[in-house]
Each structure stands twice: as structure tokens, then as C-alpha cells.
């Protein structure tokens, strides 16, 4: 089939299929620059496929009437640099998933279609030949000479042009008068100067020793910063962030969920003045290409995103903060899983750079490694402006009397805040009367039929369900196993806590909130419906949440 010397390269395709894949190089495309990270346009099947070119030079089993040759190269420049094809190849073999959706979870959605990167690229203002020279410019046309001065050195892109106050009449006279042209190219790495720092708050004595740590580390250390709500974590991370801006390196920040970013970012705007770039999936394909883009070419500076930002092109990383390192959606739990904490860990690494992981309640793993020294222990054990701790104060229900759960001196402590006129908020873990029904002559349980979880007593619609599968099933009234009536409800849920607190507090308005309450199925019992009878008054609250506690 080739008749002429050819190579041969190996690439990764988004196919299900754990292995790469060999073409050969025509002629014509022989000359041209190939390397590792560039995307090429493969015939596979039927079909064209973009892959991404993972090894150049190779040689191949496949014989030459087999052998197919590339359509064509995307880009005459790779998508992924060294640093990045490291961290997917380790990464695929860590999470043993196959490396073209691997690579491909890297890539923008619009890098993943057959678009070339320049086309994509946003205009920048390129100085041209036919730029006066500086002595040229009238003195007082000092906006022009301000535009001169920054050409000069660097291309710049409008936000870039924006961020240095320059107008769009000095850009137009620019333009009409050829001393400069828009391109489609890679902008220039935003400098960073003090002027675009507000100085940070007075630290107090934990957050200053946090913020010294972090600023002393030279290479790769991970800290935990592990701060109770209000302690000011956030204002360690601002002021960390500051040194590494003033070197004028990069930073990533994760947050946990999209709902997060706009009060982080609202936070860092006002601290910083420059390109804050955000990542997450609530973002047009449009705004992830201009992120992704924008940290390549090292203009943005701060990039705040949820979990996969830490796949994104770093021009220069300098920290990455995890903010709420101990939240479950850093973790990737379909299609390539992965957890964002391990990745940050490895690049961070491999960049030689510290990570920050903020917390109130730490993961276990997290809290042992801080315990064995694999990871820096910082505490901040005060609330930073000024406000008290709450009191907090654990009751053991083993050793007090209790009422659906509720231990008499709790029940006692919510009677004297309703007496003062107070609110009272209960969380529970569960939802439903009672997590299971069991027989008091056998022992019998309410087991689900489809799946090895127990049936949740629901009274307000007679039914059991399993939280697990779903099931559902009539309440029963008597015992499977041996027919005795006699059938106890084991645990509380919030529909117990509901009807016990409705007992204890008759004159007092409540209000359950949880997914049943909120929902059609189970309306009448609404918190909507409750709000529009008492609506001034709403001492009571019932939550369906992942940690039970009681302020
Ligand atoms: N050194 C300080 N002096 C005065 N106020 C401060 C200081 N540090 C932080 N604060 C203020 O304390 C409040 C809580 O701080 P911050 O949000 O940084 O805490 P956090 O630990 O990040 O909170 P969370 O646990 O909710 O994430 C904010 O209003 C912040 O402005």
C-alpha cells in the first residue's frame, strides 16, 4: 500500500476499547512536525474519528495492507504538553480505564469535534511593522503611548487590553492606522502587579502561622487546613493566593459544587483585580473552550472550578486549593471514575507546588494522613470575626430516658427555647416513620423483596418503601414469618419526629422539610400547605440530611 518510507504513529481514540491505535503518515504528511498531544483526523470503521497522538516514530505489527494512513492533522500545535500526557497516562493506569477517554475528559467539548485550535483561538492585538516609533507619539496622547509601551512586549487579548484600561478608540486608531492587527493567537501570560491586590484582612495568630506555612513552602507539601465554620480558611486562601500572584503563577481553586462558585468568585473579584476564569459544567461549550484556553496561555491567572478543572492545561501552577476537601462530589462516580483530591495530589507533585485542603470536618483519609505527618496539619480552632462557637453537647441516649429518639434533656432545652420565643431546627438522617417494622414474637424484619435493604415505614401513606431500589409496598399488619400482629417500628425517621413533636408542642407550628414533604406524593402534609395556616411562625423544622445534628 505505501510504496514510499512512511512513520508511524500510535494514538488514542475515545473508543471503549483498552489500546491504542497505529496509522501511518502519508508522504506528504511525512514533513510535517508531529509530536505527542496533537490531534489528528483517523479514518475507524466508516467513520472519522479525532484522536490524539500519544507515540511518533513507532513501528507496528500491522501489516501494510492493513496499515491506514491519517485524514489529516488538526493542528499544527499539540493540545496536551508533557507535563499533562504524564499525569492522563498515570491516571489511566491508576483508575484502569482506557486512555482515549481518559484524554478525551482532558479536552474541551469543542477540542473533541474537528475544529482547529487556532480557528477557536480569540482575536489578540498584534503590533505590526508599520508601528511609529515611541518619540513619535504626540505627548499627550498618553493612552496611545500606554498601548505602544504594552504592544511592544506582548500580544493582548481585549480582556487583557480592558484589564490595562485601554479603550476602544485608542485600539480603533491602532487598527485603522495598521500599527497593529487582530490575530488569532495564543495570548501573552497576564502580568500581575501589587496594584491589582487589596490588601488582605489582619490575620489573627492561627491564620497568620496557616498563612506563613503555606507561603515558606518551597516545592510540593499538602496541607490540611482544617478550620471550624467562620475560622477564616477563606482569608488564608486569599492571602496564600497573593505571594503565589505576585510571582505570578497560577492557581487553581476547587469547589465542590457549581452552586459554590458564585460566592467564591464574588469573594476573589473583590480581592483581585484580574482574569478570574471559572470551570464547571454549567458553562456553554464556548465558555469551557475560553477557560480551558485562557489557563493554557497562562492569562487567567485564578481559575476556580468544580472537580474537573484539575485536568486543565496549567501554563505555570503555582497552588491548588481544595475548598471543602472532604465533599463526596470531588469524587467522579460514573463513565472514567476518578477522585479530583488524588489528581490534584499527583500534579501537584509533579509540579513541585503545595496544595491546600480546606475543611471543618476533614475526610477520615485526609485526617490520617494530616495524623501519620504525610500531610501538614494546620488547625483554626476560632471563629475569625469575633463570633462564639455554639456550645455543643453530646447526649448519650444509652444512659437518659428517650421518646422517639428524643433524650428527655433535649426535650426539655427545646421547651425552654419555644418558651422564649425561639426557633428550634432538628435534623435527622431519615426519611419516613421508621427505617424498618420488625416482629416482636420472631424478630422478623420488613426486608425488601428486590434487594437485600430493609423497607422504610412511611405511615403518612400507609406504605413500606426501600430507599434502595425503590420498591414499594402496602404497610403490612402482621408478621410474614410467624402471623403475630404484634409489629414495632424500629428507628426514627422525620415523619416520627413530626408526629412526636406535634404531641409534645401541640400549640406550636412545624414544619417538616424533607424530600417526601416536598413532594407531590405526599402534598397534603406540605410544608407549603402548613406555611399558608401558620404563616409567622415556624419554630419547627425537620431535615433530611447527611449529619444529624441539633442547634
Ligand atoms: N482575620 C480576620 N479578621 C476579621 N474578620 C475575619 C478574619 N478572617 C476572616 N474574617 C471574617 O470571618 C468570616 C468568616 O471567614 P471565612 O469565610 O474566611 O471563614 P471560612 O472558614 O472560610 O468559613 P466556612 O467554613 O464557612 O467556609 C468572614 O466574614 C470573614 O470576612
Not at 273 to 283: E, F, Q
Request: hydrophobic share 35%; with cysteine; aromatic share 8%.
Amino acid at each position: 500500500m505505501f510504496e514510499l518510507e512512511y512513520k508511524i504513529i500510535r494514538v488514542a481514540l475515545n473508543v471503549p476499547l483498552r489500546r491504542l491505535f497505529d496509522y501511518a503518515l502519508t508522504e506528504k504528511q511525512n514533513g510535517l512536525t508531529i509530536c505527542a498531544g496533537q490531534r489528528v483526523l483517523v479514518p475507524f470503521g466508516n467513520k472519522s474519528l479525532v484522536a490524539i497522538v500519544v507515540e511518533y516514530d513507532v513501528t507496528t505489527d500491522i501489516p501494510d495492507s492493513k496499515l491506514k494512513s491519517i485524514i489529516e492533522m488538526i493542528d499544527s500545535q499539540p493540545v496536551f504538553n508533557e507535563e499533562q500526557i504524564g499525569f492522563l497516562n498515570w491516571a489511566a493506569k491508576y483508575y484502569q480505564h482506557p486512555l482515549g477517554d481518559v484524554y478525551y475528559s482532558a479536552l474541551p467539548k469543542l477540542l473533541r469535534e474537528n475544529r482547529q485550535l487556532e480557528a477557536l483561538l480569540p482575536e489578540s492585538l498584534v503590533a505590526t511593522p508599520m508601528m511609529p516609533k515611541r518619540s513619535e507619539f504626540s505627548a499627550n496622547a498618553k493612552k496611545q503611548i500606554q498601548l505602544y509601551d504594552l504592544l511592544k512586549h506582548k500580544t493582548l487579548s481585549r480582556i487583557q487590553l480592558a484589564d490595562h484600561g485601554i479603550t476602544a478608540p485608542t485600539i480603533k486608531k491602532f487598527v485603522d492606522q495598521k500599527w497593529a492587527e487582530w490575530q488569532n493567537i495564543k495570548p501573552a501570560p497576564t502580568t500581575i502587579d501589587k496594584s491589582q491586590l487589596q490588601s488582605g484582612l489582619a490575620l489573627n495568630a492561627e491564620q497568620a502561622l496557616a498563612v506563613a506555612a503555606i507561603n515558606q513552602c518551597f516545592g510540593h507539601t499538602t496541607f490540611l487546613l482544617d478550620g471550624v465554620t467562620g475560622s477564616g480558611k477563606t482569608e488564608v486562601y486569599l492571602q496564600v493566593i497573593e505571594q503565589r500572584l505576585l510571582k505570578q503563577q497560577q492557581i487553581l481553586v476547587l469547589v465542590p459544587e457549581i452552586g459554590l462558585t458564585p460566592q467564591t468568585i464574588k469573594r476573589f473579584e473583590q480581592r483581585f483585580k484580574l482574569c478570574i476564569a471559572l470551570w464547571h459544567s454549567g458553562m456553554t461549550d464556548k465558555q469551557r473552550f475560553d477557560t480551558w484556553q485562557k489557563t493554557q496561555s497562562g492569562e487567567a491567572k485564578i481559575i476556580i472550578s468544580t472537580r474537573s478543572g484539575v485536568f486543565l492545561p496549567f501554563a505555570d501552577l503555582g497552588l491548588i486549593i481544595i475548598d471543602e476537601e472532604h465533599d463526596p462530589s470531588f469524587k467522579q462516580q460514573d463513565g472514567f471514575k476518578y477522585h479530583s483530591r488524588s489528581i490534584a495530589l499527583y500534579r501537584a507533585n509533579k509540579f513541585q507546588i503545595p496544595v491546600v485542603l480546606g475543611s471543618a470536618t476533614p475526610c477520615l483519609e485526609t485526617l490520617n494522613n494530616a495524623m501519620t505527618q504525610k500531610f501538614h496539619h494546620l488547625k483554626l480552632n476560632q471563629r475569625a470575626a469575633g463570633s462564639q462557637m455554639p456550645t455543643m453537647k453530646l447526649l448519650d441516649l444509652n444512659l437518659c430516658p428517650q421518646d422517639s429518639g428524643l433524650g428527655t434533656p433535649l426535650i426539655e432545652r427545646i421547651g425552654e427555647q419555644l418558651a422564649q420565643g425561639h426557633q428550634v431546627m432538628l435534623f435527622i438522617n431519615r426519611r419516613g416513620y421508621a427505617p424498618v417494622l420488625m416482629c416482636e414474637e420472631c424478630h422478623w424484619l420488613t426486608e425488601c423483596h428486590r434487594c437485600s435493604s430493609y423497607m422504610t415505614y412511611h405511615r403518612n401513606i400507609n406504605q413500606l418503601i426501600c430507599h434502595h431500589c425503590g420498591h414499594q409496598h402496602p404497610t403490612v399488619h402482621q408478621c410474614m414469618s410467624c402471623g403475630s400482629t404484634r409489629l414495632t417500628a424500629v428507628g426514627v425517621g422525620t415523619e416520627q419526629l413530626e408526629y412526636k413533636l406535634r404531641e409534645l408542642f401541640p400549640d406550636i407550628p412545624l414544619t417538616r422539610l424533607d424530600r417526601d414533604s416536598t413532594s407531590k406524593k405526599d402534598s397534603s402534609r406540605s410544608p407549603r400547605k402548613d406555611k399558608s395556616k401558620r404563616p409567622s411562625d415556624h419554630r419547627w423544622h425537620t431535615d433530611d440530611c447527611q449529619r444529624t445534628s441539633l442547634s
